[in-house]
């Protein structure tokens, strides 16, 4: 636990702290009083219900939409599954504010429902919880169906032997042991829908804020710091409140689970009813992922009388740019690129560490540790961000102007991931097995290396995948820290589209079709790795 330890209080408790610290004192002296008079705002009150209650909705309406979609994942084989397995998580790495425009384009005025059938959803709650399913689909499908597909299915069919029906065996067998999946799915969409930010400033208009937009208009336009320190405070209190009940139910859930290589569960569909459940998931995924980025693609070649390149071609020039950047827009590939490997290298190191101490149930301590290492998805992002500009600025860790800074901040985010993704795995790993291990003289060290490992490579594939995703598109802390001769491919295409005119969006939208383009290649090839048969089950 030392190193995940010391890199979160070094690059997460104290810089949050510190700018809390610089909103609530006046001269010296704490200003509790602050909060009460932000939360008795009737404004504020009217903030918190929302953020509240469309975390909720969006939460329980992407395990709807989504479970279908990991089942199928899991057990079915059908051609092209690589494929969409990686399309459906591009959308995660995506910038907020190039997805809500998508959508936007989708479901505002001129869009596809409003030239189709006359209707709009712009500035309506529905099309911020569809933006929400759309981002976080691919967390419930790969965190859920990671684990689903590594269950021995024969357990289930033992209990139809017995005499269970095909609903009673999944729920007494089957949906017991996805339960720590489940609850940490809806735990990380719970979090990323709790603080979303773009998606409700572009899509809900000026009547839906949420606690993330509100902290960033407390900050950023009104220099309200006291108001938006409460706020962090508030979201931060709520956040841990969440990660507490989660970390108490999987607790209760947790089991020892016979894990089998997933290319044993996987079969082709058999029957009507497997055919149209498959049918209804490709329906969803065309409609609800590939449809938003094909609109990206579409913008990004729509030049003045057809379509062309020439957005592409315009990014390779810094004369064209000299306003905006201080080398040509297409450097931030190479940038986002190297930062990525970067931070999913340190977010797989933090992230491996602090799940092997967590399965070994050492006491209450790293119990609660379990959920402090979630606070990062539920911290605003705007928070880190000027927290590491005004407390990583002096010797010995004046990182200001080192490259590091921005792989550290991405794999604040990325941690978390891995945790999430490695721990239900490695808490099903029989315990037994390691006790064999040691009766014949194996260290603790090579124990794990020999048993927990290979059982879990394939989790740990998927780990990195999540945490290499989620660098490629992190984008709230990135912006205050990335330089202005290195910007990365979400800063660069908000930077394009804050100027105006038809150049610099149609640029916008040619980087996001890159960015998208970088990230399916990516989790493709990840997808084609196999950890070797010996070491799964």
């Not at 795995?425 to 014949?440: F, N, Q, T, W, Y």
Request: with cysteine; hydrophobic share 55%; net charge positive.
């Amino acid at each position: 636990m030392a190193v995940p330890v010391a890199f979160f209080a070094l690059f997460f408790a104290y810089p949050v702290a510190a700018i809390v610290g610089r909103g609530l004192k006046a001269g010296g002296v704490w200003q509790f009083g602050r909060f009460g008079e932000v939360l008795s705002r009737p404004d504020i009150g009217d903030v918190l219900w929302f953020t509240l209650w469309q975390a909720l909705a969006s939460t329980a309406l992407t395990l709807l939409i989504a479970l279908p979609g990991a089942y199928v994942f899991a057990r079915f084989d059908f051609p092209g599954k690589q494929l969409l397995r990686a399309v459906v998580t591009v959308p995660f790495v995506l910038p907020t504010v190039v997805v809500g425009t998508a959508f936007l384009a989708l479901l505002g005025r001129g869009g596809f429902l409003d030239e189709l059938w006359g209707v709009r959803l712009d500035t309506t709650v529905w099309a911020i919880l569809l933006a929400h399913v759309f981002f976080n689909y691919a967390v419930v499908v790969r965190t859920v169906g990671g684990l689903w597909s590594q269950l021995d299915p024969r357990q289930e069919e033992a209990a139809r032997v017995l005499g269970a029906g095909r609903f009673a065996a999944f729920r007494r067998v089957t949906l017991p042991a996805l339960g720590p999946a489940v609850a940490a799915a809806a735990l990380m969409v719970f979090l990323f829908t709790f603080t979303s930010f773009g998606v409700v400033q572009i899509l809900g208009g000026p009547g839906f804020s949420t606690l993330e937009v509100e902290i960033y208009r407390q900050t950023a336009q009104l220099l309200d710091l006291p108001t938006a320190a409460v706020l962090t405070l508030v979201q931060f209190v709520a956040v841990g409140a969440v990660l507490a009940v989660h970390a108490w139910t999987v607790r209760r859930r947790e089991t020892a689970l016979k894990l089998v290589d997933p290319a044993q569960t996987a079969r082709r569909p058999r029957g009507a009813g497997q055919w149209a459940l498959l049918g209804g998931v490709l329906l969803t995924v065309l409609l609800l992922i590939v449809l938003p980025l094909a609109v990206l693609v579409e913008r990004s070649l729509d030049v003045s009388g057809g379509h062309g390149l020439a957005y592409y071609r315009a990014l390779a020039s810094a004369e064209t740019n000299s306003g905006t950047f201080l080398v040509a827009p297409i450097e931030a590939i190479g940038n986002s690129l190297r930062y990525a490997l970067v931070a999913t290298l340190i977010a797989l190191l933090v992230g491996g560490l602090a799940a092997a101490a967590l399965t070994r149930k050492a006491g209450r301590l790293v119990r609660g540790f379990d959920a402090l290492l979630m606070l990062p998805l539920g911290v605003s992002a705007v928070t880190v961000g000027f927290g590491f500009l005004i407390t990583l600025d002096e010797p010995p860790l004046d990182l200001r102007t080192s490259w590091i800074l921005v792989p550290l901040a991405q794999a604040l985010v990325g941690v978390p991931f891995v945790v999430r993704t490695m721990l239900p795995v490695l808490r099903a790993v029989d315990g037994r097995l390691r006790e064999a291990a040691a009766v014949l003289g194996a260290s603790p060290l090579r124990a794990w290396r020999e048993v927990d490992l290979p059982l879990v490579r394939r989790a740990l594939l998927v780990a990195a995948g999540f945490a290499f995703a989620v660098s490629l598109g992190e984008f709230g802390a990135t912006v205050f820290i990335a330089r202005p001769d290195n910007p990365t491919l979400p800063v660069a295409v908000a930077r394009l589209l804050g100027r105006s005119g038809e150049l610099n969006y149609g640029q916008a939208m040619a980087l996001s079709t890159i960015l998208m383009l970088v990230c399916a290649v990516s989790l493709l090839l990840l997808e084609r790795i196999r950890a070797d048969r010996s070491g799964e089950f």
